[in-house]
């Protein structure tokens, strides 16, 4: 069984530009949820993806958008980096989008400078 | 003030040692704790799951909730220096958002 994999791994943007960060869920999962991790700080929910369909927003402005694909792969996206959004980006896939359980994948590493 | 509130730590105990972590929250619609290890550079894990209020036990582990003064806990026995990471606390209402800690940093001292 294949866990949850995301790519790339590390990526270093200017501010302003965009960025697309991928997840490939589970295997047998059909909801993925996207979160925002400053260092030293837990993770902060941005939102979920629940058979292609967006399935509740955090406390996040509109240019964090994203989508998941038939495969019930997943991208977020970002517009307008700011330094802020400099942070560690999980997805973590469930069975339902009313799992309590969670697998997160590794992580991709965003810092925009 | 944020919703869930964890100390920071370092929390540092000699191997063999009972790690406690707890957390409090001001949200009472939440009704599923869990906990999660997160090593450094990897994603959080999830150790314990609890629903409601009271105590689950697995191997080393003992997750406690009392809802009534919004306070949960993981208790670690006989603690290795493998179980040096961060442990996030999380909580959900009835819907689908985790709310987490801010993690407490562990470590285990051989």
């Known amino acids: 069984e294949t866990g949850v994999t995301q790519s790339p791994t590390h990526l270093i943007k200017t501010r302003g530009q965009q960025v697309t960060l991928r997840c490939s869920s589970q295997?047998?999962?059909?909801?993925v949820s996207w979160y925002q991790q400053a260092l030293g700080q837990g993770p902060q929910f941005i939102f979920q993806?629940?058979?292609?369909?967006?399935?509740g927003r955090g406390n996040f402005p509109p240019r964090f958008s994203g989508l998941q694909f038939p495969n019930y792969s997943s991208e977020l996206n970002v517009n307008a980096l700011e330094l802020d959004d400099s942070a560690l980006y999980l997805c973590?896939?469930?069975?339902?989008?009313?799992?309590?359980?969670?697998?997160f994948g590794p992580g991709t590493r965003l810092t925009v400078t | 003030q944020k919703e869930v509130e964890q100390d920071p730590g370092p929390l540092s105990v000699p191997e063999g040692a009972i790690v406690s972590l707890n957390c409090t929250y001001s949200?009472?619609?939440?009704?599923?704790f869990m906990w999660y290890r997160q090593y450094s550079r990897k994603g959080p894990e999830l150790l314990m799951y609890?629903?409601?209020?009271g105590n689950k036990e697995d191997g080393r582990f003992t997750a406690q909730v009392d809802k009534s003064s919004k306070y949960i806990s993981l208790f670690i026995r006989d603690s290795q220096p493998s179980d040096s990471a961060t442990y996030l606390c999380?909580?959900?209402?009835?819907?689908?958002?985790?709310?987490f800690g801010g993690g407490t940093r562990v470590l285990v001292k051989p």
């Open positions: 973590a896939s469930s069975l339902e989008a009313s799992a309590y359980e969670q697998y």
């Open positions: 295997s047998g999962h059909n909801t």
């Open positions: 993806y629940y058979r292609e369909e967006e399935n």
């Open positions: 949200n009472s619609a939440f009704q599923y």
């Open positions: 609890t629903y409601s209020s």
């Open positions: 999380a909580m959900r209402a009835a819907g689908n958002k985790l709310t």
